[in-house]
């Protein structure tokens, strides 16, 4: 079976820096991959590149064997999740979350009783601890109901409970053929996930000049 | 892609309704700015009515700046702004979006508060028709080139300061036509090449500012 995702070669720079040095990566329907590496290394600016926020300075990303080009439609394909967990704190959960609910009011409660949120559904989310905003969070990737998800340290900030639902949570992705990229610093409910380990980059623009 | 435009739209208005102080500032900015002209011109009556209508417009180009720091800015920092771009829509239809809620919530009640702001400075009620007709038709212009400036100063330093530097002169032909249409009314004269022209701003820029702004939204995002 081809790979969903294939990415060969990319290079990203942050102004002069070279952040992302001819990272390539596979990904197969059912698989996860961690990633890892010391702060800087460019784990979130990869994950933001596959995303598609931001465009590779080099290097190709292809889906299904075609190069991607529309972004648009790669959106469709993926939930993100970053560092924040872009919740307005005056709109209550059900509120913030209404937008994302391409599916309907039921997808809506549904995910969140997968993240155990629905008796919080009405408060404004201002209300809620950092954990039950990461929660919260973690519902809108679910309501995408995308192939490819991005997490950018799932975990920050939850219970042990917590991470055990975001385990299942994971699983059921996993075997309905979803695919899972997620970057790390502490252990994740991810069994059987492969490893990318990135390095900062050695050569950056001033190496070349000199 | 309506549901998400509407959606959009919706939750913004929804926003600026929990947090109904940013919209009545707006409004009390409005009607402050143009109670200094009195105090600082004298009570005259003739004077005044003179002077209404580009008071009331010049007062409404400086309030519709006050929110546009934060229309974006706020969905920066909190990490909205990825969430609402990966939503499988074109960032200039988000950027729309949110430049038609700013609309909604800034250059509506502006415009319903300033009829009476209009009369306090001495103006004829018959008059006020050419003022409010060319304020329909400029305050969605004047949203549409905030937006614009306010996605492109998106990230960068000091953008709350750059960002009039960068409104006020594109809105000068606004705030022209604007004025003079209402004048021509207060002069009996035909106030129509005015408000075509001003009708002519508003198509172009409806075209163009969501588009800038898309892209000012996605460099934002990369950066």
């Known amino acids: ?210 | 892609m309506n549901t998400i435009l509407f959606g959009l739209i919706g939750r913004e208005l929804r926003l600026a309704l929990r947090h109904g102080a940013d919209t009545l500032a707006v409004l009390l900015f409005f009607l402050l700015c143009g109670s200094l002209f009195p105090l600082a011109l004298g009570p005259s009556q003739e004077l005044l009515r003179r002077m209404a209508p580009g008071i009331v417009w010049v007062c409404a180009l400086l309030a519709t700046l006050l929110p546009l720091d934060r229309l974006f800015g706020n969905e920066l920092e909190d990490g909205s702004l990825d969430q609402l771009l990966l939503l499988g829509v074109p960032p200039s239809l988000v950027a729309g979006a949110k430049i038609t809620a700013h609309w909604l919530t800034t250059g509506l009640p502006l415009l319903l508060a300033a009829s009476p702001m209009a009369i306090m400075l001495g103006m004829k009620p018959a008059d006020l028709a050419p003022l409010l007709i060319g304020l329909l038709l400029g305050t969605p212009t004047l949203s549409l080139l905030g937006g614009m400036a306010a996605a492109t100063v998106l990230g960068a330093r000091r953008g709350g300061v750059l960002l009039p530097l960068l409104v006020l002169p594109l809105a000068t032909p606004v705030l022209i036509f604007g004025a003079a249409a209402a004048y021509a009314g207060q002069f009996g004269q035909s106030d129509l090449v005015e408000l075509d022209l001003l009708g002519a701003f508003l198509a172009l820029s409806a075209l163009l500012c969501p588009l800038a702004a898309g892209t000012g939204l996605r460099a934002a995002a990369a950066s």
């Open chain 1, 1 to 210: 079976m081809p790979p969903r995702l294939v990415l060969h070669d990319i290079t990203v720079f942050r102004g002069e820096r070279l952040v992302l040095d001819r990272v390539s990566l596979k990904m197969h329907d059912g698989e996860a991959l961690l990633l890892t590496g010391p702060n800087g290394a460019g784990k979130s600016t990869l994950l933001r590149t596959i995303a598609g926020l931001r465009r590779p300075d080099g290097g190709t990303m292809r889906w299904d064997g075609r190069a991607v080009t529309d972004f648009a439609l790669h959106a469709t394909r993926l939930a993100y999740l970053g560092h924040l967990d872009a919740l307005k704190p005056g709109l209550t959960l059900a509120e913030n979350l209404a937008l994302f609910a391409r599916h309907g009011e039921a997808d809506l409660s549904a995910a969140l009783d997968h993240v155990d949120l629905q008796p919080l559904a009405d408060l404004p989310a201002r209300l809620l601890s950092a954990g039950q905003k990461r929660r919260a969070a973690i519902a809108r990737v679910l309501l995408a109901r995308a192939p490819l998800w991005l997490l950018d340290e799932p975990s920050l900030g939850l219970d042990a409970a917590a991470i055990g639902r975001l385990g299942a949570v994971l699983a059921a992705h996993r075997a309905q053929g979803g695919m899972v990229i997620a970057t790390t610093h502490v252990p994740l409910p991810l069994p059987e996930a492969a490893t990318l380990t990135l390095a900062p980059p050695v050569l950056s623009l001033p190496d070349f000049a000199a």
